[in-house]
């Protein structure tokens, strides 16, 4: 472990003793001190950590009256971004990518029974699936249909990794392709024949005739689906609501007509964005598993498959009652309209 007297050893080692350096190598030198200091920070011991931090914090202002003296240039611009780093109002690719691979602190509690669902009943979902392709004395389920289900697995994945770091937007975006394939899906299996259609040549008939608003209106519903909709606006496409997801606006007390804006890159800082994307991925989870198993109802065990249903259904439930009904309330928004949904859910997809 580095101590605080290896620290103070590497600090002196970068100025000899009686050297008197220009603005520049002082500059050069504290470049040096900040780098040293945050690629070795995980290997130091308390003590020095400590020691580490008040030292960042000298450096940092020193460095920022240091810098205002240098004439424009590219080495002063570097500068000025290295300390705008170290107080964190700057961003580093290798920090930002470093932190999609490990696992986030201090996560909210409807994440963590939200993560916990998506393992338990995605993993049932690929149980299914998995009998599904094993089916020897019944007609096999035809292999676009699997090949499509077994791609929202990934999609799913992808989506639950992106929305424990954060990620709404991006997390939306794979959220609102699970719902566009599950009603592929279900018009595959209703209806063969648009199979053909989907795998030909003819464009213009694809998008015409298995658009999603058009796959929608063939399976008998309303065109228009306001959760794939809010789910386009907040993840896939470049609206304003995609901006605010990333964005927040400051004004300034003593100043109200003074506004600043802040951009976030690395996430989403809403809480309510993880509540939402939380809901999103437990209710599509459950839909997959919904639809897998009237897809297979000739061959998955019909008792296997109710067990897991309502157990989702259930927590689907819970876990809205529990976490949206409250915002919503919170955000003067009428709950008794969101209970209604959730009774209309489980009425609708019980059946």
């Given at each position: ?32 001190l900040l780098y040293w200091l945050s690629k070795h920070y995980d290997e130091m011991d ?126 939306n975006a794979h959220i609102r392709t699970v719902l566009e394939v599950l009603d592929k ?167």
């Amino acid at each position: 472990m580095i101590t605080r007297s290896d620290i103070r050893r590497y600090m002196l080692s970068l100025v000899p003793p009686g050297a008197s350096p220009d603005s520049v190598t002082l500059d050069k030198t504290l470049q040096h001190l900040l780098y040293w200091l945050s690629k070795h920070y995980d290997e130091m011991d308390h003590e020095a950590q400590k020691y580490a931090d008040k030292v960042f914090e000298s450096l940092i202002d020193l460095a920022e009256i240091n810098v205002e003296n240098l004439p424009d240039s590219p080495q002063r611009r570097r500068s000025r971004r290295l300390y705008s780093l170290a107080r964190g109002e700057h961003f580093n690719v290798r920090e930002l990518l470093r932190a999609l691979e490990v696992s986030p602190s201090g996560e909210h509690e409807a994440w963590k029974e939200a993560y916990e669902f998506i393992q338990i009943y995605l993993q049932r979902v690929l149980d299914l699936l998995f009998d599904l392709t094993r089916a020897e004395r019944h007609e096999p389920v035809d292999v676009s249909i699997l090949g499509l289900l077994f791609g929202c697995i990934d999609e799913i994945l992808a989506a639950t990794h992106l929305a424990r770091h954060n990620y709404y937007t991006q997390a939306n975006a794979h959220i609102r392709t699970v719902l566009e394939v599950l009603d592929k899906v279900e018009l595959f299996h209703n209806c063969p024949e648009w199979i053909e259609v989907w795998a030909g040549d003819d464009v213009k008939k694809i998008l015409k005739e298995l658009s999603p608003s058009a796959v929608r209106e063939k399976l008998g519903r309303e065109k228009f689906d306001p959760i794939y909709d809010f789910l386009s606006d907040h993840g896939t496409h470049a609206t304003f609501r995609w901006l605010q997801a990333r964005a927040v606006q400051r004004v300034n007390l003593q100043e109200p007509n003074r506004k600043t804006a802040v951009l976030w890159v690395g996430g989403s800082k809403l809480e309510h964005h993880l509540i939402w994307t939380s809901c999103f991925l437990i209710y599509t989870v459950t839909q997959v598993l919904l639809l897998v198993s009237r897809i297979g109802e000739e061959i998955l065990h019909p008792e296997e498959c109710m067990t897991y249903i309502t157990g989702a259904l259930d927590s689907f439930i819970k876990f809205t009652e529990k976490y949206m009904v409250p915002w919503a309330a919170d955000s003067g928004l009428n709950p008794d309209e969101l209970r209604r949904f959730l009774l209309e859910v489980r009425e609708n997809t019980g059946k």
